[in-house]
């Protein structure tokens, strides 16, 4: 089985995975935006809010010395950072708007089993099923781009096309991984801000891969070599 293959059987079994687990996730974002408010919704915590927004920007700091600074899609990215982790140990603004609108009186909100919690910085932190996946999801979006970082900076002095390494496998592995990030938050804390903010990062991070592409086939000293590598790479994965 070719990698095109190894693609197509891969994207099918995830996405039954995904439809079976709606459900379960519209559980989790139910128990998120009712039950959840009132006893785990941590608020007042700015030093965590500043701690998280400083440690997810530093994710955009190799794309910054790119020859070209795309600094929408970058300012897309930082408003959902620093609206996430405002809401997460701030302000819950929406989540407590949310949580007015969906809660009936008449039903007891959903429940959810917490699997393990632990204390970070003083703070105790309880972990769902939905949560750890989250979680999991974000983490493999950071060891994406930064196995990127790590590829382009060791090739790119070396090699006017970069294609090995991670860059076998995805073209744009930094901005998947980002993206990745930007997910794994939103199943992480599923807030009516981020379920928003999320479709229109995916959108400018995939119109920059489109834009770059471009402007790579242009200047590039052999087009069809990186023309080869597009028809047998993913964009993103």
């Known amino acids: 089985m070719d990698r ?26 139910r128990w998120f935006m009712t ?11 700015w030093d965590l809010v500043l701690l998280n927004v400083g440690i997810f920007l530093i994710f955009l700091l190799p794309l910054s010395f790119r020859r070209k600074i795309e600094w929408k899609s970058m300012g897309i990215y930082t408003a959902f950072i620093i609206s996430l982790f405002v809401e997460m140990y701030g302000i819950p603004l929406t989540v407590y708007l ?14 959810q089993e917490v699997i393990f919690s632990f204390t970070f910085l003083g703070q105790s932190l309880s972990m769902t099923l939905w949560k750890i996946i989250g979680a999991i999801i974000s983490i493999i979006g950071m060891v994406i781009v930064v196995l990127g970082w790590i590829t382009l900076y060791k090739k790119r002095q070396k090699e006017d096309l970069v294609t090995t390494g991670i860059y076998r496998y995805s073209r744009h ?39 770059e592409e471009k402007e790579v086939m242009k200047s590039i000293d052999n087009p069809k070599q990186y023309q ?6 993913p964009r993103f994965i």
């Open 4 to 29: 095109l293959d190894w693609r197509k059987t891969g994207f099918i079994v995830l996405s039954i995975i995904a439809l079976l687990s709606l459900p379960s996730f519209f559980e989790h974002a």
């Open 35 to 45: 039950g959840h408010v009132e006893s785990m919704v941590i608020q007042g915590r």
């Open 98 to 111: 949310s949580s007015a609108t969906i809660f009936s009186p008449a039903g007891a909100p959903p429940t």
């Open 173 to 211: 592995p930094q901005y998947l991984g980002i993206i990745l990030i930007a997910f794994g938050w939103f199943i992480h804390w599923p807030s009516l801000l981020t379920l928003a903010m999320l479709p229109v990062l995916t959108y400018f991070y995939y119109k920059l891969t489109v834009d």
């Open 228 to 233: 080869k590598y597009i028809e047998k790479t």
